[in-house]
């Protein structure tokens, strides 16, 4: 079950990199009209996903720790909001960090973002509590859906919140 978790990931991860490569969008005219930039969200929508999650995987398959279930979530939710930004660093070659994200309709979060959580983040989180409860598999399900609707939520939120125009 551990192998074929870790080869999943890494085939999701080499496929997305594949299917969705950095796009250019040189000299774009696309101008946000909110005030609010999806980056401008962030903080909010981190605390939000991690008070959701952490109370979700700790009840639902009734974890042990819970001062270990508040570590890792945190930790695997550092990575996987990480891991997004990280690719779209280079296609801003010459741009600061925050005028790459304002040249471009880059939401924080869409199908990449919901990939790469589910590759980085339902892995690392199973490996290290599974041992931490008797349900294993409720515990790998509850990890997939719940990544799978925060993630969801906090895509809308953006929507909501943040629009543009070309």
Request: charged residues 15%.
């Amino acid at each position: 079950m551990k192998h074929v978790i870790q080869r999943a990931a890494v085939t999701v991860a080499i496929l997305s990199c594949a299917l969705f490569p950095a796009a250019v969008f040189a000299n774009s005219s696309w101008v946000w009209i909110s005030e609010k930039r999806p980056y401008d969200l962030l903080p909010f929508v981190i605390a939000g996903t991690l008070i959701i999650e952490i109370a979700v995987i700790y009840r639902i398959p009734k974890m042990k720790k819970m001062s270990k279930v508040c570590g890792l979530v945190i930790l695997a939710n550092l990575l996987s909001f990480a891991v997004p930004y990280l690719l779209r660093i280079p296609s801003g070659v010459g741009y600061s960090f925050v005028e790459n994200l304002d040249a471009f309709p880059s939401y924080t979060v869409n199908i990449l973002f919901l990939i790469m959580t589910l590759a980085v983040e339902v892995p690392f989180l199973y490996k290290f509590l599974r041992k931490d409860t008797e349900k294993e598999k409720t515990l790998l399900l509850t990890l997939i859906v719940v990544n799978v609707l925060t993630t969801i939520g906090v895509a809308v939120v953006e929507r909501i919140f943040c629009y543009g125009s070309w």
